[in-house]
């Protein structure tokens, strides 16, 4: 990669971690808080608060996407960055529920996920791209680990409205850095209109947005059974889950890279992209037969988040390279939305059939819909090798 490239790519990761972090502090500690609230008794409407956040998400991605094609890429970014600092504030100020709901749905609204991802796409070279994904998947992921560390830590000293304000300053610094320290971004392409219909037919694009969907979907759900299951089974207690996750994803993570590398190296993405679905599988299978085994349920995880990591780093780059020049930010605009959806549908779902089903039911459905997209999946044509385009220094 070009220091133009390694630069652009490492500051747009860091823009989706200070982001992802602002929004990964509630997660752990938002129900405990919501009982001390007068409306934290509607199980319902706290559970609404926490997903709000995706469902305006999924509102906003193509308008966000579509936006970043005609007005520019950083524009739009910092735009939508004002708008979930604005949430974070709306929320800091409220003492209700209600009030925290309304603040989440504005900051989910500032939907930029399609705007960054095409901003790498424009910065990189077809050759470099999946290391450019990898970087944010990776950042993400370790966002994610670190804020079960810290989460709890924040919250008792400095409260839930401070956790939401330090919200707000991570936005701002996000802002300081795509103004001063992102490259400046290259001419998007201009043609002849591209109309979303043409995004929404295209069929590799449908593949695509499917797998996204039910990747996220299996992620939340499955995170509804898991954490209960490491107290059960394996008597790790709440507070010590990150000794879990930390090495987890830490190490998933570097176990991804050889993966990535050779099957870019080598043109068999397809290949790397068919294992990693077919790994997701065999993990919700996994969960299904042996989540009272610590060593297998630990295991399962290292694997789980293996399969997620490959999964997040090709499939952005994969859109951004089968969507019409023209129309890259419609096209991850539309990715990102089913992505929202699956977050939001993940958690709806996870709950309700862990609820009235049980907790097998979960990775049941999960390895079902895996094995409908492992299907899918197959059916994709090979990939050629990247094209080796040239990129400013």
Not at 119 to 147: N, P, W, Y
Not at 151 to 169: C, D, K
Not at 337 to 347: D, E, F, K, R, Y
Request: charged fraction near 10%; glycine fraction near 8%.
């Amino acid at each position: 990669m070009s220091r133009h490239e390694i630069l652009a790519s490492s500051s747009l990761a860091s823009i989706f971690a200070l982001r992802m972090l602002g929004l990964f502090l509630i997660l752990p500690i938002f129900a405990l808080h919501a009982k001390t609230l007068p409306d934290g008794g509607n199980l319902t409407l706290v559970g609404l608060a926490m997903g709000i956040y995706g469902l305006s998400q999924a509102c906003a991605q193509i308008p966000f996407g579509i936006a970043s094609d005609k007005f520019g890429r950083k524009r739009i970014i910092v735009i939508g960055l004002i708008l979930f600092a604005l949430g974070a504030l709306i929320a800091a100020a409220s003492h209700t529920v209600m009030g925290i709901l309304i603040g989440r749905a504005v900051q989910g609204a500032g939907a930029i996920s399609a705007a960054l991802t095409a901003l790498i796409a424009d910065s990189t070279r077809e050759q470099h791209r999946t290391k450019a994904m990898a970087m944010v998947g990776g950042s993400i992921g370790i966002t994610f680990a670190l804020s079960l560390v810290i989460a709890p830590v924040l919250y008792q000293s400095i409260g839930m409205s401070g956790i939401f304000i330090l919200t707000a300053v991570l936005a701002v610094a996000a802002i300081a850095v795509v103004i001063w320290v992102t490259p400046a971004a290259p001419s998007i392409v201009q043609g002849e209109k591209i109309p979303l219909r043409v995004v929404l037919k295209n069929p590799e694009l449908m593949r695509l947005n499917l797998g996204v969907f039910v990747l996220h979907l299996s992620q939340v759900a499955m995170f509804v059974v898991v954490p209960s299951a490491l107290v059960q089974y394996a008597n790790i207690p709440l507070a010590s889950h990150w000794k879990v996750y930390l090495p987890v994803v830490f190490g998933s993570f570097i176990a991804m890279l050889p993966a990535i590398f050779i099957g870019e190296k080598q043109g068999k993405m397809k290949q790397v992209f068919i294992f990693a679905i077919a790994l997701l599988l065999l993990v919700q299978l996994g969960f299904w037969q042996f989540l009272d085994k610590p060593i297998v349920l630990i295991a399962l995880l290292f694997a789980f988040f293996l399969a997620f990591n490959i999964l997040e780093a090709s499939q952005p780059s994969l859109v951004s390279r089968m969507a019409p020049p023209a129309a890259k930010g419609a096209a991850l605009g539309v990715y990102n939305t089913m992505q929202a959806l699956g977050l939001a549908s993940g958690g709806f779902l996870g709950g309700w059939l862990n609820q009235h089903a049980g907790a097998s039911t979960v990775f049941i459905v999960s390895a079902a819909l895996s094995l409908f997209w492992l299907i899918i999946a197959g059916k994709m044509p090979e990939l050629p090798r990247r094209a080796k385009t040239a990129v400013a220094e």
